[in-house]
C-alpha cells in the first residue's frame, strides 16, 4: 500500500524562501552593477554568491520532499525520499506511537520549517527518530523498531493506524533486512575528501581576496596605473585603473580551467587532479602580488 503525506505546505514555504533569497540577490547586485565601485561592491557580491549555496540547499530540501512518500505491507515498510530510501521489516517494528494522543517531547537535531519535518531528532522515551514527515511530530505515526523510530505523516492517521496495525498482526511472510539505501551521489568522494575540499575553498578564498583588495583599495587609486614592465623593470604599459580588474579575471579563469581539468582527472588520476587545483592556487598568489605592487 501507498501513502503519500501533503506537501504543500512545505514546499510553498521552502520555496517562498528561495524567493525572498532571490529579491534580496537582486537589491545586491542592483548595488554591484549601479553603485560606485569600492570595497561596498565587494561586500554585496560577496554576500550574493554566499547565499546561492542557502538557495541550492533549500531547493534541494524542497526537491526531497517532493519525493517523500511510504509504502508497506506485511513484510517491510519503504520510507523514500530524494537521496535514498529507508527499509524497515514489519517483523522488527515493535510499537507505532499515534503522536495525537503520546503527548512526548521532541528534540530536533535537523532545520525544520511549516510542513517540513525531514532529518532526525531525539523523542523522550522513544530515542534516536529518524523524521520524514510534512506535519509535527505530535501529527506523526511514530514507528518504533530497536535500534530506530521514524517519524511520518500520513493524509489519514486513523485509517493509516488500523491498516499498519492490521499488516503487523498478520505477520511477516519473507525475511527483510532494515538497511538504508542511499543515491548514487551521496557516496560521491567529494564528501569525504578533505585535500579537495580543502584546495577548492583555497582558490575560492583567494579569488576573494584579489577582487576584495582591488575592491576596497580602487576609489584611492589614480586613474591611469603601469601595468607592465620589461626585463629590467622600466614601466613600458600605462592604462587606465579600470584595466587592473584584468588582473584577478584572468586569475578566475585560469583557477576555472585549472578546477575543470582537475576535475575530469579526479577519478583515475587522483594526485594530477591536486597538482592541477594546488596550481590555481598558486597561480592566483603571483596574480595577488602583482596586483598589491600595482595598487601599492
Known amino acids: 500500500m501507498n501513502w503519500v503525506p501533503n ?3 512545505g514546499a510553498l514555504t521552502g ?5 525572498v533569497l532571490a529579491l534580496i540577490d537582486s537589491l545586491l547586485l542592483w548595488r554591484v552593477v549601479e553603485g560606485q565601485v569600492n570595497g561596498w561592491t565587494f561586500i554585496c ?19 526531497g520532499l517532493m519525493r517523500l512518500g511510504y509504502e508497506f505491507d506485511r513484510n517491510r515498510l519503504i520510507i523514500a525520499t530524494a537521496s535514498g530510501r529507508q527499509i524497515i ?17 521532541v528534540e530536533m537535531k535537523s532545520p525544520t520549517w511549516p510542513g517540513y519535518w525531514i532529518g532526525s531528532g531525539t523523542i523522550s522515551g522513544v530515542g534516536l527518530t529518524l523524521f520524514y514527515a510534512t506535519t509535527p511530530p505530535q501529527q506523526q505515526a511514530i514507528v518504533v523498531t530497536p535500534s530506530l523510530a521514524y ?23 519473507a525475511e527483510v533486512a532494515q538497511q538504508s539505501e ?32 582591488l575592491l576596497f583599495r580602487y576609489p ?7 601595468l607592465h614592465f620589461d626585463a629590467i623593470g622600466t614601466v613600458d604599459r600605462i592604462a587606465s585603473k579600470r584595466d587592473v580588474f584584468a588582473l584577478p579575471i584572468i586569475a578566475l579563469i ?13 577519478r583515475h588520476q587522483r594526485m594530477a587532479s591536486y597538482l592541477a587545483w594546488g596550481g590555481g592556487v598558486v597561480v592566483q598568489i603571483f596574480f595577488l602580488l602583482a596586483l598589491w605592487n600595482i595598487s601599492s
Open 7 to 9: 506537501r504543500r505546505t
Open 15 to 19: 520555496a517562498g524562501g528561495v524567493l
Open 45 to 63: 557580491a560577496v554576500l550574493v554568491l554566499a547565499s546561492l549555496p542557502a538557495m541550492i540547499l533549500i531547493g534541494y530540501w524542497v526537491y
Open 89 to 105: 521489516p514489519m517483523g522488527s517494528v515493535t510499537r507505532v506511537i499515534d503522536g495525537r494522543t503520546a503527548g512526548f517531547g
Open 151 to 173: 517519524g511520518i505523516s500520513t493524509p489519514d492517521m486513523d485509517m493509516f493506524m488500523e491498516v499498519f496495525d492490521a499488516a503487523l498482526r498478520m505477520g511477516p511472510s
Open 182 to 213: 542511499k543515491a548514487g551521489y551521496v557516496h560521491w568522494a567529494i564528501w569525504q575528501d578533505r585535500a579537495l575540499q580543502g584546495l577548492l575553498l583555497a582558490n575560492l578564498a583567494m579569488s576573494a581576496i584579489l577582487f576584495g583588495i
Open 220 to 226: 584611492g587609486l589614480p586613474s591611469r596605473l603601469p
Open 254 to 266: 585560469v583557477s576555472s580551467i585549472n578546477g575543470l581539468i582537475g576535475a575530469v582527472l579526479y
